[in-house]
């Protein structure tokens, strides 16, 4: 009896070990009060990693299909990791490698139904004719434990070895997108979180961020503020949202878009084409920033500072920076890279990855307009905005942010009533750009230094030398000039485009990180700051 208790007694050991070291731990979203956004549990080491593409009769229906399913198992334990790239992207294992995760591929994408067949509780079909009923399985799916189904599907899935019942099938409920929506607010809205509202376009954006908005519940939509009906339905959702709130995913069009947003005090966080946020949301929240390397001396010369746009957009810092950051000739001239400081939420491991394999020349500063993409010109609440620039200096103090480039439609300067905010209420800015291309300089307060791009966003190397030759025009060499050249990613800019066009110019220029430019800017016109 003796030894067979004591068999017994081991087998319950072992059983616990390979509970706690084999099996991964479930856990829960965590989003307190005062965070931008939600931390996910920690991802399990070993992922499970599939690759969706469009390239079937059915791929759209697949993709649909798991990125649900990636939200249904994620939410509670990350385990599935997913390749979506295109040219823009950075490879099927590059972010795996660098967050120290390794990764299984299994042969048939399908075996992971099997796999997580007893968390998921069934499937909600939505409507072909009825395409935004996609958005609205979407935002229903973490409370049913449901799988986004296609009809084209329904056979399959319903059928043995997977064996799943239809939750509730969408087909012929609705007539018209409106009325999809305007059920979403009706009836559901009323009990999801109010702290975020994410836009997806349902016939784009298949899978992406997605998984995100099924693993969290949030209610999803595609409503155009330029369309009548559409835009008075969108008032509704954004007028009854929580002070500090964030729009997640992207707009029909960029600009009625975000200005809509911002007059009710809402940032965008631009993220509709990440693909793995549930994953990258429950990495380590440790992020060590290096200090800022000494500056310059001033002299009589033209310093002039590159920015890389878009990095506010979550789904550039993922996809197409992680890929420029590769580039050989990074580290070889002083450049700013624009990032979001919801990164520290979103994808704080990939933010610590950039800050520990930055060099000396990589200068992390924020994108648009703070800790979302936002026209502070347009917000109609002071203290609103007051809110948004002491979180965004919460945030970048964080991060180690200390420049923000802010955009008040895409060639708008800033107001000096909103410069003024910034400059009361984030004390640790060294400085901001503006878009009113070639606007100069502005002194908020006496204390905070606004500097208008010449050029805001240029898209060849050649548009970069003739901006910064027009900004030096009638310089006499008896007192230094700042110029800040502002380039976007998407037309192959890249750390070779600034190293190229650095080795243009004279020995009168100096090529400065932006974070430098604004130091130098400030010991020329005697405003103190704080390196550190």
């Known amino acids: 009896m003796r030894k067979l208790t004591n068999m017994l007694g081991i087998k319950a050991v072992c059983f616990l070990l390979f509970y706690l070291f084999v099996t991964p731990c479930m856990g829960q979203i965590k989003w307190p009060h005062g965070q931008l956004l939600p931390s996910f549990p920690a991802p399990a080491r070993v ?9 079937s009769p059915y791929s759209s229906a697949e993709m649909y299909l ?28 590059t972010w795996l490698q660098s967050l120290g995760l390794s990764w299984s591929e299994p042969a048939d994408k399908w075996d992971l139904i099997i796999k997580y067949r007893s968390e998921i509780s069934g499937l909600i079909v939505y409507d072909p004719a009825q395409e935004h009923t996609i958005n609205l399985a979407t935002a229903l799916a973490k409370s049913k434990g449901a799988l986004i189904a296609s009809p084209l599907l329904l056979s399959k899935l319903t059928a043995p070895p997977y064996n799943l019942p239809v939750l509730l099938d969408l087909q012929g409920k609705f007539s018209s997108k409106l009325e999809v929506y305007q059920s979403l607010y009706d009836i559901y809205w ?20 997605r998984e995100y908005a099924v693993a969290l519940g949030s209610a999803v939509i595609w409503l155009d503020p330029e369309v009548p009906g559409e835009s008075e339905l969108l008032n509704k959702f954004l007028s009854s949202m929580s002070p500090g709130s964030i729009f997640m995913g992207w707009w029909p069009q960029e600009g009625p878009g975000v200005e809509r947003a911002s007059r009710y005090g809402i940032a965008t966080v631009a993220s509709d084409w990440c693909s793995n946020l549930t994953v990258h949301s429950g990495t380590s929240r440790i992020v060590k ?22 990095g506010d957009n979550l789904q550039f810092t993922e996809h197409l920076m992680r890929k420029l950051w590769n580039n050989p000739d990074r580290g070889a001239v002083p450049m700013g890279w624009t990032v979001s400081p ?70 708008g300067g800033i107001n000096l009533n909103v410069g003024k905010i910034y400059a009361s209420q984030a004390k640790l800015l ?30 060849t190397e050649q548009a970069m030398k003739d901006h910064i030759a027009r900004a030096a025009a009638g310089w006499n060499k008896t007192s230094p000039r700042f110029i800040i050249i502002q380039a976007q990613p998407w037309t192959n800019i890249s750390p070779t485009s600034f190293k190229n066009v650095a080795s243009s110019l004279t020995e009168d220029y100096v090529i400065v990180r932006p ?16 390196p550190k």
């Open 47 to 55: 992922q499970d990693l599939i690759t969706l593409r469009q390239n």
């Open 66 to 93: 798991f990125a649900s399913l990636k939200g249904v198992v994620n939410r509670t334990k990350p385990r599935i990791f997913s390749y979506e790239g295109d040219a823009f992207a950075e490879g099927p294992h």
């Open 190 to 209: 009323p009990h999801l979180d109010h702290r975020l509202l994410i836009g997806l376009n349902p016939n784009a954006h298949k899978a992406a961020l």
């Open 289 to 310: 920033i290096k200090p800022i390397p000494p500056k310059p001396a001033l002299k009589n010369k033209i310093y002039v500072a590159f920015i890389l746009s878009d």
């Open 342 to 411: 919801a990164m520290l939420d979103a994808m704080p491991g990939a933010f610590n990855y950039y800050w520990q394999t930055s060099t000396s020349n990589d200068n992390l500063i924020s994108g648009p307009s703070g800790y979302g993409y936002t026209y502070p010109n347009t917000w109609s609440d002071e203290n609103l905005l007051k809110q948004f620039v002491s979180k965004t200096e919460e945030y970048n103090h964080r991060a180690g942010l200390r420049v923000i480039t802010i955009w008040n439609t895409i060639v």
């Open 430 to 459: 060294l400085g901001v750009t503006a878009q009113n291309t070639g606007g100069g300089l502005t002194i908020y307060n006496d204390s905070l230094p606004g500097m208008a791009l010449s050029c805001n966003y240029c898209t």
């Open 515 to 530: 974070d430098h430019l604004f130091q130098l800017i400030r010991e020329e016109k005697g405003i103190s700051f704080n």
